[in-house]
């Protein structure tokens, strides 16, 4: 039903108006000729009142003056009125609630436009339908007035009004029936026919409808004869009922005006649903912890959330007309952009997660879900995004995984990244074939310092230690801290097992550095215990099980030491790492290491020639350690310079000493190590020492094996040279051991070449390939102008055999042994002797 069509569209137009003076004769005579119900009555632009053909049944037929009275007497007033605009349905809802039969209708200016009839409504309101399928009997009055045609008008007239009829059957006489309606009452008004019996008057003839016929055909028959009445006949031809207009829409009305008040009350409930929903969604919108932006299809922004200005800093005002670039982070390419919108339009949304920046600054991570909203010819309107900052989730996701790897004081990997680090290197190690090492390190006393100093110094010196650790360990080592003063050490891919003791020292050195914090210093230790893969366990656990079990065996055998799980490995380590230490403090304190002078003689004169300095070291318990075992160890720990170095201040100390005493000392020649002689500045530091002592040059010489000279032949020249300059002699020591190339003696400032003791010692055993040798190896030093040295001369029978080749001086037990300043002394140089003699 078109509910919502406006009266304008089916009020009848083509007012009827008159003046109120009008007689009321005059009045109907127009409404008759016109056909109109109704007319009004105004007075200039106002209208007065109304009168309708129903008002004709008031009239008195009986007063012949009736007629001429004027229409402002009679008029029905106020005359109640409608919007030209307002809806059809509502004008029905008022007809049936106001029991009305007409509106006028107005417009904006309250000027009349039109007269609205129930009838105009009803035949409006597309009743087809119902027409059709009702039947005639089911609308028609039960009852028809029925009038005799003898009474007389004025009578008639009266009767219907009082019955409340609009139309009455009249019988006319010979059976024949006519019919009296309002509208022939208004043709009386206009001529009036005096009071004459209705018999006269009646239309005729009267038009009828079955019972049984159609409500449809009914009013086709109506509007084909123009007439608005019926009477009803019975299968007997009796009239049992009229049927007008009205009452054939009264049925139909009804069920319209039901159908009318549901069709609105649906409407009002969808009208307060939809507010209430968009009130929702506006409270939701508000109220969302989400940002929403909706943007139009060119994505300027229309709208944003308070939410959104929460995230973001811009407000509502700020944010629209503009695009959501103004939140570009400039974290993302074109190409992901691009891909965003490739995806937006083909699949109409998008989510994901993207970098966006604050109005202050701030970048922050968003996850977000944009939608494309299109309308009924799926064509984007317009897009919504809504996102969430989730920078904190994924801080906190950070934070967990920090937690759950590392160890929240010192920022080192803890046991769980440990073990997982362990496990892969195992894998690597077992595929590789090659070794790998767990530490199990715990501080000696941590606990006191705890105790003693509070929690907070006690977690400082962790940290400081951790670091120092960290320090000493190689770049693919992973140091964890376990808790407390617990740490574990992986060393992955070793080559050597030496390279764990070096780095188990390194880390109980480190550790006992001393340790500042705040006012307080003080030092700690560190016991270390070790597992091996694959020798000790293959498994992660099992590895940190033993490395355990062996840092306990460290603690229990004496602190700030390392043990092996192994016992085999410890024996041979334990030693090492007692002469170690022992040899650091001799080094520190001086004691237990002492320099013993052996003679050399000219061959042919038998003079003393010069002494060779050989370091001694006794342990307090090991008794006297020979070079050639604790001269490996210097090196590998590094104490080979600070050795060096106390053996030539030794050795200056000691030839100051004897020119003090007027001995008129001969050179002593100094061993160098590789270490010793690269390092920097070394002549220099020779030149200060002598002068440091008031030495004359010349009165100390250097020994150096040919490998130390080997690889870097050019800057051993220079450095060489350097020595030189202060008249020391420099012999090439055990020659014959190593390459034993004499052409590139001769490019280096060497002054002597001493020939191995082990070829001295085949010579007195009758020794051809040996002989060979010596005799060779004389014969071009001399062509080199270098001093040939024979070195562990042991017996007489060597010395004669030496006797044949040119070899200019002699070292060995049979001259002379190594024995200490003293007796040195005391034997060649405040008397000098003669060998043999
Ligand atoms: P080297 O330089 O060849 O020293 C000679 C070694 O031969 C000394 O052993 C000496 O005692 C030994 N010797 C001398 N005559 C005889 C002999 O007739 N028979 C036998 N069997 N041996 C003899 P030592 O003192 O045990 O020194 C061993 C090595 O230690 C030295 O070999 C030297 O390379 C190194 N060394 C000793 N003192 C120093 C030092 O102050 N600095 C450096 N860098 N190395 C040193
Ligand atoms: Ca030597
Ligand atoms: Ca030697």
Same mark, same amino acid.
């Given at each position: ?7 304008e ?122 027409l ?17 045609g ?10 219907m ?9 009249v ?14 009452l208004?043709?009386f008004?206009?001529?009036h026919?005096?009071?004459?019996p ?22 086709d ?21 009229l ?7 009264a ?16 409407r ?8 209430h ?31 959104f ?14 695009t959501?670039?103004?939140l ?6 074109a ?19 993207i ?57 080192l990997?803890?046991r ?8 892969l ?5 077992h ?11 715990? #501080? ?6 705890? &105790? $003693? %100093?509070?929690?907070?110094?006690? +977690? @400082?010196? !962790?940290? =400081? /230690?951790?670091?120092? #650790? ?6 693919? &080592? $992973? %140091?964890?801290?376990?808790?407390g +003063? @617990?740490? !574990?050490? =992986? /060393? ?24 500042q ?16 893969y ?18 306990y ?27 170690e ?19 050399l003689?000219?061959?042919d ?24 075992d ?7 720990a ?54 440091a ?118 070292q060995g037990?049979?001259?002379g042994?190594?024995v ?18």
């Amino acid at each position: 039903m078109s509910h919502e069509l406006p009266v304008e569209r089916v009020m009848q137009t083509g007012l009827l108006t008159c003046e109120p003076g009008t007689p009321l004769c005059v009045a109907a005579d127009r409404m008759a000729e016109r056909r109109c119900s109704s007319i009004i009555v105004v007075e200039g632009d106002e209208v007065l009142g109304i009168w309708t053909e129903h008002d004709a049944l008031a009239v008195d037929f009986a007063d012949p003056a009736a007629v001429r009275r004027p229409i402002g007497e009679v008029m029905s007033r106020p005359v109640v009125s409608l919007p030209v605009d307002t809806p059809v349905g509502e004008a029905a809802m008022r007809f049936a609630a106001e029991g009305r039969r007409h509106y006028l209708v107005v417009d904006d200016s309250g000027g009349p436009r039109g007269i609205l009839t129930q009838t105009d409504v009803a035949l409006n309101q597309g009743l087809e339908p119902y027409l059709r399928l009702r039947e005639v009997q089911g609308a028609m009055h039960q009852r028809p007035l029925i009038l005799e045609g003898s009474r007389l008008l004025a009578d008639a007239a009266r009767h219907m009004r009082e019955l409340g009829g609009d139309a009455a059957v009249v019988h006319c006489g010979d059976s024949e029936l006519g019919i009296l309606t309002e509208r022939d009452l208004v043709c009386f008004v206009a001529r009036h026919p005096g009071n004459t019996p209705v018999g006269e008057l009646a239309s005729r003839p009267l038009l009828t409808v079955h019972l049984r016929d159609t409500l449809i055909a009914a009013r086709d028959r109506l509007l084909d004869n123009r007439v608005r009445h019926l009477a009803v006949l019975d299968d007997g031809g009796e009239v049992v009922g009229l049927l007008g207009f009205r009452d054939m829409l009264a049925g139909a009305e009804q069920l319209y005006l039901q159908d009318l008040r549901e069709a609105l009350e649906q409407r009002d409930h969808a009208l307060a649903q939809s507010r209430h929903n968009l009130q929702l969604a506006e409270r939701v919108i508000d109220s969302s912890l989400e940002g929403i932006i909706i943007t139009d299809a060119e994505n300027r922004i229309e709208f944003v959330n308070p939410a959104f200005t929460h995230m973001t800093g811009f407000t509502l005002e700020e944010a629209v007309g503009r695009t959501p670039q103004i939140l570009s982070s400039g974290r993302h390419d074109a190409a992901f952009y691009r891909q965003m919108w490739e995806t937006l339009q083909r699949c109409g949304y998008w989510r994901g997660e993207i970098w966006n920046r604050r109005k202050s600054g701030e970048l922050y991570l968003e996850l977000l879900t944009i939608t494309a909203i299109t309308d009924d010819d799926g064509q984007i309107t317009h897009y919504a995004a809504l996102f969430n900052d989730i920078t904190h989730i994924r801080e906190n996701e950070e934070r967990v995984r920090r937690l759950a790897y590392y160890d929240a004081l010192t920022g080192l990997p803890n046991r769980r990244l440990l073990e997982d680090r362990l496990e892969l290197a195992i894998r690597h190690a077992h595929r590789n074939q090659t070794r790998l090492a767990v530490i199990f390190l715990d #501080l000696d006393h941590f606990k006191q310092v705890n &105790d $003693t %100093l509070g929690h907070a110094t006690g +977690d @400082e010196l !962790l940290m =400081l /230690l951790a670091e120092r #650790l960290q320090t000493r360990l190689r770049e693919d &080592d $992973t %140091l964890a801290r376990l808790g407390g +003063d @617990e740490f !574990l050490v =992986l /060393l992955p891919d070793l080559d050597e097992i030496d390279e764990v003791t070096r780095i188990a020292r390194r880390l109980i050195e480190a550790v006992s550095e001393p340790s500042q914090i705040g006012q307080h210093s003080f030092r700690v230790g560190a016991s270390l215990g070790i597992s091996l893969y694959p020798d000790d366990a293959d498994s992660a656990e099992a590895l940190i099980h033993e490395a355990d079990v062996a840092m306990y065996r460290a603690k229990q055998e004496g602190r700030n030491a390392y043990r092996f799980y192994r016992a085999a490995m410890n024996r041979q380590d334990d030693r090492q790492l007692v002469l170690e230490t022992a040899l650091r403090n001799s080094l520190e304190t001086g004691e237990g290491l002492e320099v013993h002078y052996q003679p050399l003689f000219e061959r042919d004169s038998g003079r003393l020639h010069s002494a060779e300095a050989l370091v001694r070291w006794h342990h307090p318990l090991f008794g006297t350690i020979p070079p050639g075992d604790f001269i490996p160890l210097a090196e590998r720990a590094g104490l080979m310079m600070p050795l060096g170095e106390h053996v030539l201040q030794l050795v200056c100390a000691q030839l100051a000493v004897w020119q003090r005493e007027g001995r008129a000392p001969v050179p002593v020649a100094v061993n160098l190590s590789a270490r010793q002689f690269w390092q920097n500045d070394l002549a220099g530091k020779v030149a200060r020492k002598l002068e440091a002592h008031g030495l004359p040059p010349g009165l100390v010489g250097f020994e150096i094996t040919e490998s130390t000279l080997l690889d870097k032949q050019q800057q051993a020249a220079t450095l060489l040279q350097g020595l030189r300059d202060f008249g020391c002699s420099i012999a090439i020591d055990d020659f014959g051991t190593g390459y034993s190339s004499l052409s590139y003696l001769q490019d280096l400032p060497v002054t002597a070449l001493k020939i191995d003791r082990s070829f001295i010692k085949r010579l007195g055993d009758g020794e051809r390939g040996s002989a060979a040798i010596v005799a060779a190896v004389t014969g071009m030093a001399h062509e080199l102008g270098l001093q040939v040295v024979a070195e562990g001369v042991e017996t007489d029978a060597q010395r004669q055999v030496l006797a044949r080749y040119p070899v200019d001086l002699l070292q060995g037990f049979l001259l002379g042994r190594p024995v200490e300043a003293r007796q040195y002394a005391r034997r060649y140089l405040s008397r000098p002797l003669h060998a043999g003699a």
